[in-house]
C-alpha cells in the first residue's frame, strides 16, 4: 500500500467494472455510488446502505458485500427496474451520473420498496447531474412510490399516460420490482461473521500499515503506542485529506470491528450512544426515541435530527461516524454547535482509564483540534433529555440546501424557571465564525437571569455582533453576510422561544413544502401535433428514448476512461504553474524521473512540431517554455507506468520562478492597463448620443456576472495510442469538436492529419469545454505518446480539470439608458468588458455574440454597444453554452427592469412596451419576424397565470415581513448557427452491411443531447423504415445523414420495386449482387451566414429559437435563502424531432442556468489562485434545487424552413431562462427593501448567491453589520 487502497480503484482497474464512476474523488457528487451490505451478528440482520466508492477504504470492506452497478442488473441478462425506469422516464442524457444514480435508488429500494418522495430526494440529495435536471431522473424514481400522484390525465392533458395512447417507447410497462429477486448476501460472509474473528487484521503495504483490531483493550494498547496514527471510521475527513492534501500516515487504525464503539445504552437522563455509530443511525435511533417520550424531553433529540438531514448527503451520513465528526473538529461543523449546546458529554478511553468530558466552550482548541489528549479514544456520547421550560433549536445556511457545508450554523438552548420568561441557562454556538465551534459566552451572559423580551434580547444582538467579530479578509470570505448570519439566526431563535412562551403562531413562518413535485410536470408529448398527420411507422417527432440510455443505466456504456489499458500503456500528469505572472527560471526534473515507474517528463523542448496555437493573432504555447501567465497553466508532463506514479512525479517536479510585477487579475485592472485582446468590437443603430436629449428620463446602471465552470461530469479524457508504423495514431478522446483535435495533434507532431484518426464515442458532458481545451490537452497527451512509442492516457482530477481549463467568461457591463414616461426605451448605450483571462481562446467571438444579441427581445432605436475582452492573469476562459449570450442578455433584462423600477411600473409592462412587433429588424440589420417570440410570452403568461398569481404575491408580501416572494417574465430571442460561415456544413457516410445492419459515421457527437437518437430516428424515416439495425457512430465534422439516406433508398427503390413484398434483408441482399453500392455520403452545405463588423450588419443566424419563462420564488430575508416555487416555460421549438429528448434539452439548461443564475460561484485568491476546485466549494445545482412545480409546454403550431423536419435548435437558449429566478429573486428583494423604506433601482449582482440577496434585502440585522473599508485589508477573494 502507497496510501490507502479505496474501492473504486478497485472497481476500475482490478476487476474492471467500470459502470461505478469518478466524478470527484472527495464524496462531493455521487457519481461513484455503491451498495455496502454487511451482516449483524448481534441482531441478525443484514444492512444495506449507499456509499461512495471514492472514499471507501478497501481494507475497511473487511466482511462487506459490495454490489455496484453491473450487480444489479445488465443488458446480457435482465435489467434491474430502477435501470429501466430512469432510462425510460429519459433520466439519463449523457449517462455519466446515472449508475450513481441507478445505485442511490437501488440502495433506498433495498430498504424502503415504497419509498415516499421525501425519501427519494433524500437519497439522490447527493448525486450530481450537469445534463437532466433532475426532474426526469426523480420522475423515474417516483413510479416505486407506493401513492402515485399525478399522471399526464391530471393536468387535463387529453390521452392518458397509463393507456399508452400516443407513445412508442412503451415507457409505461415497466418491469415490476421484485425484492425477492435482488441478489442474496454472501452466505460465507454471515458465516465469517458468525463464527467471528477476535484476531487482529493488519494489511501491509510500501509506505503505510492498516491496523484493524478486535477489541477495546487493543484498540486503546494500539492508540498509546501510536497516538499519531489517526482512527478511520468513515474516511470522509482523514480520506480527502490524504487525497487532497497529500497527508500521509504511516500507520492507520480502523476500531470498526470494536463493539464496544456501536453501543447504545438508554438511561433515565438520556442515551449514550456509540461514537462508532454513522450519522444516519444516530438519525434513524432518535427518530425512533422521539414518539416515546413526552415532546418536552426530546427538544434535543429533534435539533439533532434535523442538522443531521441537512448534513452532507446520505452517502456520507451513512458512513461518517459521530466520533468522527466531534473529533474532526470542523470550523462548521454541524453537529458539535447542537451537541455542545446541549450539555452533551463524551466517554473517552486510554491506557489512563476512562472519562467524562463535557462537550464546553474550552473543548474545541482550534482548527481540527480539541482538549483531548492524543492517545483518546471516544467510546459514546452522551445525548441527554431535555427539560420542561428548556427550548432547543438548529439552524443553517448553506450555499446549497442540501450536501453543502453551512456558511453559518448554529444552535441555541434556552431553559426557563418554570411558569416564567426569566431565563435559567443558556447555550449559543456557531460553526462557521472561527476556526472551529464557537461559544457566544457573552451573549449568554447578557441573556441569563433576565427576562426574554425586547429589551434582553436588543441588548443581547449587540453583545454578539461584539463577541463575534471576523476579520475583513477571514478565510472563507462572505465576512458581512455571515455576521448578519449569526444575528438573524438569533433573532429566528426568539421568535420560535416567543412562540412557545405565548403559544403563539407565526403565520410569518409558514415553512417551504420539502418536497419536489415533479409530477407536476406537463408533457404535451400526446399532443404533440405532427402525430396527427403522421404514419404510425414514422419516428420523427416521437419521443423515443435516448438510445443508450439503458446501457448508461446499467454502467456498461463506454466512456474514455473505460477503455481498458493497451500493454504498456503510460499515464500522464500535468505540472502546472503556481504562479500568477512570472519568468520561469529553473526547470529540475531530475527527481521526478528518479521516483519508481517514472518513464519521461515532457516539455515544451520535445514537441516536434508547433509548439504553439495561434488565434486571432495571439500565440497561445502548449507548454510553458520562458514565462507563465496564469496559475494552472502547464509547463510539462510527467508520464509513469500508473496514475499514482505519475502524480508523484508531478509533484516532485522542481520549478523556480521570478515573479512579474502587476499581474492583472480584474476587469477593472484590465481596463485600467489597457489590457485587451484585440479587436474589440462596437455595434451602432440610431444615435445614442442625440437620443439621449430627448428622451423624458435618463438611468445608469451597471451589473457584474461571475463565470461559470462547466462541471461536466466526466473530466477532460484522452488516450493517445501510436499504431506502430507510418507515425499513424489512435486517439480516443473525449471532445465535441474532433476535428480540431485531430488538426491540433499533426500540427504538433508535425504529420498530415490523415495520421491521426479521432474516436469519439460519447462524453459524459461537455457544455462547450471540450472544444479548444481538449485539443490542447490532446496535443501534449500525443506527444508524450509520440515520444515513449507507448500508448499514453491523461484523464484530468476534478480539480486539475477546475483549475486548467477555465469556462464561461465573468463580465462587467456598464449602461446609459434613455426612455420617455410611457415606458418606451427610446436609447441604450452599453460597454461590456468580459475576463478572458491569459489567452484570447474564443473570446473576441464570445465578445462579437454579446453584442449580437444586446437587443434580446427588444426594438430599441437608438443602440450602440461596445464590448471588449480583457487579458488577464487567470486561467482562459472558453465556449461555454450559450456563448455569451447569457451573459449579454442578463444586461439588457436588468436595464429593462431597472426602467420599470424608475417609472414604477410592472417589469412585464415595460417589456411588453418595448418588444420588437410584426416585420421587424434587429441592430444589425436582420429582418425577422417576433410573432412566435410574442406567442411565447402570452402563452406563458397564460399558463403561469401570471396577474393572478402576480396578485397572489402581492397579498402575501403585505402580509409578511421577513419572508418574501417574488415574480418574473422573461423573453427571448436567440439566434442559431454560426456567422463564420464554413462552420455552417455537414456531413455523414452511411454504409448498409450485406445482412441488412446499417453504420453512420457522421460529425456530430454524442455528449447527452441525443444526437445518435435523433439521426437515428432520421435514418429510420428515409431507410424505408429498417425493422433491424447496427447504427454505430465515429465523428469528424458536422452532422447530415438524411441527404446520404435519401441517396440510398434511390438505389435500393428499383430493387424493391421488383420484389415489393420482400425484406429488408432480402434487398440489401439483392442490391449487392446486382452490384449497387451500398455506401453514400451526404453532404449539407448550410445558409451562407456572414457579418460585417465594420458596416456593422450582417445575417450572422438562419434563424431565431425563442421562450418566455417565468418563475416565482419565496425568500428568507434573514437568510437569503430561496426557493424556487414554481417555473413555467413556453419554448417554439419548431416541430420537434423527438420531443421527450428537447424536453430534456429545455430542463437541462433551465436549471444550468439557475446555476449561474443563483448558485455557482468561481473564487480566486488575492494572488489569482481558484479556491473553488471541486464539488465542496463549487456547488452546482442538486435535487433541491429543482422548482416545486416545473412546467414546459412546447409552442405548437410552429414551423421552421431553415432546419431539418422544421425543427429549431434548442440545446443552448433555454440556459438564458435561468435569469428568470434571478429577477424574481431580486423582485422579492425589492419587497424586502420597500419595508425598510427603500425604492428604486439597486444593484444585484449575478449569481444571486443567498449572501448577495440577503445582504440587499437590508435588513436590520444587515445594516448593523459595519462594512470593511475597501483597501483597508487584502479581501480573501478577488472580485473578478
Ligand atoms: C462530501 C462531504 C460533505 C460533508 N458535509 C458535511 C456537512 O454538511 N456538515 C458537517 O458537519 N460535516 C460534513 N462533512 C464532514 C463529515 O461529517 C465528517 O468528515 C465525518 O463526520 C467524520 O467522520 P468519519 O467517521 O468519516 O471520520 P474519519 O475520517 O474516519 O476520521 C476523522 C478524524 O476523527 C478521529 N476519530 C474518529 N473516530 C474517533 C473516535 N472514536 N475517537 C477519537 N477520534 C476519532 C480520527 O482519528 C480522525 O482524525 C462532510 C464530509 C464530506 C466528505
Ligand atoms: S467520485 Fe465519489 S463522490 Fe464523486
Ligand atoms: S446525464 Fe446526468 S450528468 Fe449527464
Given at each position: 500500500l502507497q496510501r490507502p487502497k479505496l474501492l473504486m480503484s478497485l472497481t476500475v482497474t482490478s476487476v474492471r467494472l467500470t459502470g461505478t464512476k469518478y466524478g470527484c474523488g472527495g464524496g462531493g457528487c455521487g457519481a461513484c455510488t455503491v451498495m455496502v451490505s454487511r451482516y449483524q451478528p448481534a441482531t441478525k440482520t443484514i444492512i444495506h446502505y449507499s456509499a461512495n466508492a471514492c472514499l471507501l477504504p478497501l481494507c475497511q470492506l473487511h466482511g462487506a458485500a459490495v454490489t455496484t452497478v453491473e450487480g444489479i442488473g445488465s443488458t446480457k441478462t435482465r435489467i434491474h427496474p430502477v435501470q429501466e425506469r430512469i432510462a425510460k422516464a429519459h433520466g439519463s442524457q449523457c449517462g455519466f451520473c446515472t449508475p450513481g444514480m441507478v445505485m442511490s435508488m437501488y440502495a433506498l429500494l433495498r430498504n424502503k420498496p415504497h419509498p415516499t418522495m421525501e425519501d427519494i430526494t433524500q437519497a439522490l440529495a447527493g448525486n450530481l447531474c450537469r445534463c437532466t435536471g433532475y426532474r426526469p431522473i426523480v420522475d423515474g424514481c417516483r413510479t416505486f412510490c407506493q401513492?402515485?400522484?399525478?399522471?399526464?390525465?391530471?393536468?387535463?392533458?387529453?390521452?392518458?399516460?397509463?393507456?399508452?395512447?400516443?407513445?412508442?417507447?412503451?415507457?409505461?410497462?415497466?418491469?415490476?420490482?421484485?425484492?425477492?429477486?435482488?441478489?442474496?448476501?454472501?452466505?460465507?460472509?454471515?458465516?465469517?461473521?458468525?463464527?467471528?474473528?477476535?484476531?487482529?487484521?493488519?494489511?501491509?503495504g510500501e509506505r503505510m500499515r492498516w491496523v484493524s483490531p478486535a477489541s477495546l483493550e487493543e484498540l486503546v494498547q494500539l492508540k498509546a503506542s501510536n497516538p499519531k496514527a489517526p482512527l478511520v471510521m468513515g474516511n470522509t475527513n482523514i480520506g480527502p485529506d490524504i487525497k487532497f492534501k497529500g497527508v500521509l500516515h504511516p500507520l492507520i487504525i480502523s476500531p470498526t470491528r470494536v463493539m464496544e464503539l456501536f453501543e447504545v445504552t438508554q438511561t433515565p437522563q438520556g442515551v449514550w450512544v456509540g461514537a462508532g455509530c454513522s450519522l444516519s443511525e444516530v438519525r434513524s435511533l432518535l427518530q425512533k426515541l422521539v414518539p416515546q417520550f413526552p415532546e418536552e424531553k426530546t427538544e434535543l433529540f429533534r435539533a439533532l435530527i434535523q442538522q443531521l438531514g441537512n448534513l452532507g448527503s446520505q452517502q456520507i451520513r451513512n458512513v461518517a461516524s459521530l466520533g468522527g465528526n466531534i473529533m474532526s473538529a470542523y470550523p462548521n461543523s454541524d453537529l458539535n454547535p447542537v451537541l455542545a449546546a446541549g450539555n452533551c458529554k463524551l466517554s473517552v478511553i486510554s491506557t489512563g482509564g476512562r472519562r467524562e468530558v463535557p462537550l464546553n466552550p474550552d473543548f474545541f482548541v482550534s482548527f481540527g483540534k480539541t482538549i483531548l489528549k492524543p492517545e483518546e479514544i471516544v467510546v459514546s456520547v452522551f445525548v441527554p433529555f431535555s427539560r420542561k421550560g428548556e427550548f432547543v433549536r438548529a439552524f443553517r445556511q448553506a450555499p446549497r440546501k442540501e450536501s453543502s457545508f453551512?456558511?453559518?450554523?448554529?444552535?441555541?438552548?434556552?431553559?426557563?424557571?418554570?411558569?416564567?420568561?426569566?431565563?435559567?441557562?443558556?447555550?449559543?454556538?456557531?460553526?462557521?465564525?472561527?476556526?472551529?465551534?464557537?461559544?457566544?459566552?457573552?451573549?449568554?451572559?447578557?441573556?441569563?437571569?433576565?427576562?426574554?423580551?425586547?429589551?434582553?434580547?436588543?441588548?443581547?444582538?449587540?453583545?454578539?455582533?461584539?463577541?463575534?467579530?471576523?476579520?475583513?479578509?477571514?478565510?472563507?470570505?462572505?465576512?458581512?453576510?455571515?455576521?448578519?448570519?449569526?444575528?438573524?439566526?438569533?433573532?429566528?431563535?426568539?421568535?420560535?422561544?416567543?412562540?412557545?412562551?405565548?403559544?403563539?403562531?407565526?403565520?410569518q413562518f409558514l415553512p417551504l413544502p420539502r418536497e419536489i413535485q415533479p409530477s407536476l410536470q406537463e408533457f404535451q408529448v400526446r399532443k404533440y401535433p405532427s402525430f396527427k398527420d403522421q404514419s404510425v411507422q414514422d419516428p420523427v417527432g416521437r419521443p423515443i428514448m435516448h438510445r443508450s440510455a439503458i446501457s448508461q443505466a446499467t454502467g456498461e456504456a463506454v466512456y474514455c476512461d473505460d477503455i481498458p489499458r493497451t500493454d504498456g500503456e503510460l499515464f500522464l500528469v500535468l505540472v502546472t504553474s503556481s504562479r500568477a505572472h512570472a519568468k520561469i527560471t529553473g526547470l529540475d526534473v531530475s527527481e521526478a524521473l528518479r521516483l519508481p515507474g517514472v518513464v519521461d517528463v515532457i516539455t515544451a523542448k520535445d514537441i516536434p512540431g508547433k509548439k504553439v496555437r495561434t488565434m486571432f493573432g495571439y500565440h497561445e504555447e502548449l507548454l510553458a517554455e520562458s514565462e507563465v501567465s496564469c496559475i494552472g497553466q502547464m509547463i510539462c508532463a510527467v508520464v509513469a507506468d500508473t496514475r499514482a506514479h505519475a502524480k508523484r512525479g508531478a509533484a516532485a517536479v522542481k520549478i523556480s520562478y521570478e515573479d512579474l510585477p502587476d499581474p492583472v487579475f480584474t476587469i477593472e485592472e484590465a481596463t485600467e492597463k489597457s489590457s485587451f485582446f484585440e479587436p474589440r468590437r462596437v455595434i451602432r443603430r440610431g444615435n445614442v448620443t442625440e437620443a439621449f436629449e430627448t428622451v423624458d428620463q435618463l438611468y445608469e446602471g451597471e451589473i457584474r456576472m461571475g463565470g461559470q465552470e462547466h462541471f461536466y461530469m466526466e473530466t477532460q479524457s484522452m488516450l493517445v495510442v501510436p499504431v506502430g508504423e507510418e507515425t499513424e495514431f489512435k486517439v480516443y478522446v473525449s471532445t465535441q469538436w474532433p476535428t480540431s483535435t485531430q488538426d491540433a495533434i499533426a500540427e504538433t507532431l508535425d504529420i498530415p492529419s490523415n495520421r491521426v484518426t479521432c474516436h469519439v464515442k460519447r462524453m459524459g458532458g461537455a457544455f462547450g469545454g471540450k472544444v479548444t481545451k481538449t485539443a490542447v490537452l490532446a496535443s501534449i497527451t500525443s506527444v508524450a505518446a509520440w515520444k515513449t512509442n507507448r500508448a499514453v492516457r491523461c484523464v484530468l482530477e476534478r480539480g486539475e480539470d477546475m483549475l486548467i481549463t477555465g469556462g464561461r467568461h465573468p463580465i462587467l457591463a456598464k449602461y446609459k439608458v434613455g426612455f420617455m414616461n410611457d415606458g418606451r426605451i427610446v436609447a441604450?448605450?452599453?460597454?461590456?468588458?468580459?475576463?478572458?483571462?491569459?489567452?484570447?481562446?474564443?473570446?473576441?467571438?464570445?465578445?462579437?455574440?454579446?453584442?449580437?444579441?444586446?437587443?434580446?427581445?427588444?426594438?430599441?432605436?437608438?443602440?450602440?454597444?461596445?464590448?471588449?475582452?480583457?487579458?488577464?492573469?487567470?486561467?482562459?476562459?472558453?465556449?461555454?453554452?450559450?456563448?455569451?449570450?447569457?451573459?449579454?442578455?442578463?444586461?439588457?433584462?436588468?436595464?429593462?427592469?431597472?426602467?420599470?423600477?424608475?417609472?414604477?411600473?410592472?417589469?412585464?409592462?415595460?417589456?411588453?412596451?418595448?418588444?420588437?412587433?410584426?416585420?421587424?429588424?434587429?441592430?444589425?440589420?436582420?429582418?425577422?419576424?417576433?410573432?412566435?417570440?410574442?406567442?411565447?410570452?402570452?402563452?406563458?403568461?397564460?399558463?403561469?397565470?401570471?396577474?393572478?398569481?402576480?396578485?397572489?404575491?402581492?397579498?402575501?408580501?403585505?402580509?409578511?415581513?421577513?419572508?418574501?416572494?417574488?415574480?418574473?417574465?422573461?423573453p427571448i430571442k436567440y439566434g442559431i448557427a454560426f456567422a463564420e460561415s464554413f462552420l455552417n456544413q455537414a456531413a455523414a457516410l452511411v454504409h448498409i452491411y450485406k445482412d441488412g445492419s446499417v453504420l453512420v459515421t457522421h460529425g456530430g457527437t454524442e455528449m447527452g443531447q441525443g444526437i445518435h437518437t435523433k439521426m437515428q430516428q432520421v435514418l429510420l424515416l428515409n431507410l424505408l423504415y429498417l425493422t433491424k439495425k447496427t447504427f454505430k457512430s465515429i465523428s469528424f465534422v458536422f452532422p447530415f445523414t438524411q441527404n446520404a439516406c435519401q441517396t440510398l433508398y434511390q438505389r435500393l427503390e428499383p430493387v424493391r420495386q421488383k420484389d415489393p413484398k420482400g425484406s429488408w434483408e432480402s434487398w440489401v441482399n439483392a442490391a449487392f449482387f446486382e452490384k449497387i453500392s451500398l455506401s453514400a455520403t451526404g453532404f449539407y452545405r448550410g445558409p451562407d451566414l456572414y457579418m460585417d463588423w465594420d458596416k456593422m450588419e450582417g445575417q450572422p443566424y438562419a434563424y431565431f429559437t425563442f421562450g418566455a419563462c417565468c418563475c416565482e420564488v419565496e425568500l428568507d430575508c434573514l437568510t437569503g435563502d430561496y426557493r424556487t416555487v414554481r417555473t413555467?416555460?413556453?419554448?417554439?421549438?419548431?416541430?420537434?424531432?423527438?420531443?421527450?429528448?428537447?424536453?430534456?434539452?429545455?430542463?437541462?439548461?433551465f436549471m444550468q442556468g439557475l446555476g449561474l443564475y443563483t448558485l455557482e460561484e468561481l473564487k480566486f485568491s488575492p494572488s489569482g489562485l481558484l479556491y473553488t476546485r471541486g464539488p465542496s466549494q463549487y456547488k452546482i445545482p442538486a435535487v433541491c434545487d429543482v422548482p416545486l412545480r416545473f412546467n414546459v409546454y412546447l409552442l405548437s403550431d410552429s414551423h421552421n424552413p431553415h432546419a431539418i423536419y422544421s425543427s429549431k435548435g434548442i440545446g443552448e437558449p433555454v440556459l438564458f431562462l435561468g435569469s428568470s429566478v434571478f429577477f424574481a429573486i431580486k423582485d422579492a428583494v425589492a419587497a424586502a427593501r420597500a419595508e425598510s423604506g427603500l425604492v428604486g433601482p439597486f444593484s444585484l449582482d449575478s449569481p444571486a448567491t443567498p449572501e448577495r440577496a440577503c445582504l440587499a434585502c437590508a435588513s436590520l440585522f444587515t445594516q448593523k453589520i459595519p462594512a470593511s473599508k475597501p483597501g483597508s485589508y487584502k479581501p480573501w477573494a478577488l472580485n473578478i
Open positions: 401513492v402515485q400522484t399525478n399522471c399526464c390525465q391530471a393536468n387535463g392533458a387529453g390521452d392518458c399516460c397509463l393507456n399508452g395512447e400516443g407513445s412508442t417507447d412503451e415507457s409505461e410497462h415497466f418491469l415490476p420490482l421484485d425484492p425477492t429477486q435482488e441478489l442474496i448476501f454472501p452466505p460465507e460472509l454471515i458465516l465469517m461473521a458468525e463464527t467471528g474473528n477476535p484476531e487482529t487484521l493488519t494489511f501491509c453551512a456558511t453559518v450554523t448554529t444552535a441555541m438552548r434556552v431553559f426557563f424557571s418554570e411558569g416564567s420568561r426569566v431565563v435559567r441557562d443558556v447555550s449559543i454556538y456557531y460553526g462557521g465564525m472561527g476556526p472551529t465551534t464557537v461559544s457566544a459566552t457573552k451573549t449568554c451572559a447578557a441573556l441569563v437571569t433576565r427576562p426574554w423580551d425586547d429589551e434582553t434580547l436588543s441588548r443581547a444582538y449587540d453583545v454578539l455582533l461584539d463577541e463575534l467579530v471576523l476579520p475583513p479578509s477571514a478565510p472563507g470570505g462572505k465576512v458581512e453576510f455571515r455576521r448578519s448570519l449569526t444575528l438573524s439566526f438569533l433573532f429566528k431563535f426568539n421568535l420560535e422561544v416567543l412562540q412557545k412562551l405565548r403559544e403563539m403562531v407565526g403565520l441604450a448605450d452599453i460597454e461590456y468588458y468580459t475576463n478572458a483571462g491569459n489567452t484570447v481562446d474564443e473570446s473576441v467571438l464570445v465578445v462579437e455574440k454579446i453584442l449580437l444579441h444586446m437587443d434580446n427581445a427588444y426594438n430599441i432605436p437608438n443602440l450602440q454597444g461596445r464590448a471588449a475582452a480583457c487579458r488577464t492573469n487567470l486561467p482562459s476562459n472558453t465556449a461555454f453554452r450559450g456563448f455569451g449570450v447569457p451573459q449579454s442578455i442578463m444586461v439588457v433584462e436588468n436595464m429593462v427592469n431597472d426602467v420599470a423600477v424608475v417609472l414604477g411600473r410592472p417589469a412585464d409592462q415595460i417589456r411588453e412596451i418595448n418588444m420588437y412587433k410584426g416585420p421587424s429588424v434587429t441592430h444589425y440589420k436582420f429582418e425577422f419576424s417576433p410573432e412566435n417570440m410574442l406567442r411565447c410570452w402570452e402563452e406563458c403568461k397564460v399558463k403561469a397565470d401570471y396577474s393572478a398569481r402576480r396578485r397572489a404575491v402581492d397579498q402575501f408580501n403585505q402580509q409578511n415581513r421577513w419572508k418574501k416572494r417574488g415574480m418574473s417574465i422573461i413555467d416555460i413556453v419554448v417554439d421549438i419548431g416541430r420537434s424531432v423527438n420531443p421527450s429528448v428537447d424536453i430534456g434539452q429545455i430542463e437541462g439548461a
